[in-house]
């Protein structure tokens, strides 16, 4: 407004009445900060037309960013590299623990296999044990069958005398043979017949009565006392007289 110029209510101001002008206008020529700028693409120079520039920006000229959810704990997202490694610590912890699965299925199976043969071992022992008791008892019965019939051998020699004899009658056959019947049932086991080839192991052989052409090996010719035995245990041995093969 120059000196002496009065303004007017209503009067639009002249143009060079603001030569610097007015806030409005400066506020609107300034940039909006807030405005993002779109890179725009490598190729496209400064006189590249603007269609050429927004359609470059449309076909590629930004970058996916559909992994935005890999993000590192910097909070940047994740690099090819740095997802290969993820993948490699990944798979290289699965295997460690197949691994260590496999070491401990081959752990329990050896301590099976040695509690298996821990078994075996001691059922071969009870066993051998059960084995052993039973022919200890077998062994503890003879003995004391032995023991208690052993005697009784002078007193069946006595009656085989009578028998051979007549003697051996009425009451007194019966007692007899009652009681040999009953030293048989309890194991004790009577042999020596005229006839048997001679047998060191059973046979004691008192005298030899020569030679003898009906014979072919040393023969039992007279059995002077019988002998008695309690399964294989010779109690006692056969007392006999012996013939020998004629020409021997």
């Not at 959810?69 to 295997?95: H, I, K, R």
């Not at 066993?127 to 003879?142: A, G, I, P, S, T």
């Not at 009784?152 to 007194?172: K, Q, W």
């Not at 109690?235 to 006999?240: D, T």
């Amino acid at each position: 407004m120059t000196p002496g110029h009065q303004d007017r209510p209503g009067q639009p101001a002249e143009p060079g009445d603001s030569p610097e002008g007015t806030f409005g206008d400066a506020a609107a020529e300034m940039p909006n900060e807030t405005e993002v700028e779109s890179p725009l693409p490598a190729d496209a120079g400064e006189g590249a037309p603007a269609d050429e520039v927004a359609d470059g920006i449309a076909d590629g000229g930004l970058q996916d960013i559909s992994g935005v959810d890999d993000w590192v704990e910097e909070g940047g997202p994740l690099e090819p590299a740095d997802l290969a490694d993820v993948e490699a610590d990944g798979s290289g912890g699965a295997d460690a623990a197949a691994d260590a699965s496999a070491d401990e299925l081959t752990v329990t199976q050896m301590e099976l296999q040695e509690r298996t043969l821990d078994l075996q071992r001691l059922q071969a022992e009870f066993v051998n044990y059960k084995r052993r008791v039973e022919r200890d008892r077998d062994l503890v019965k003879q003995n004391a069958t032995y023991a208690a019939l052993a005697p009784i051998t002078e007193v069946l020699d006595t009656i085989d005398r009578a028998r051979e004899h007549g003697d051996l009658d009425g009451g007194l056959k019966t007692v007899a043979d009652q009681l040999e019947r009953t030293v048989a049932s309890s194991g004790l086991v009577k042999f020596g017949e005229p006839g048997e080839a001679f047998d060191p192991t059973v046979h004691e052989a008192l005298s030899s009565m020569g030679p003898d052409e009906e014979v072919t090996v040393t023969t039992v010719k007279v059995v002077a006392k019988s002998g008695y035995k309690i399964g294989e245990r010779v109690v006692r041995a056969a007392q006999v007289l012996t013939v020998e093969p004629a020409g021997g």
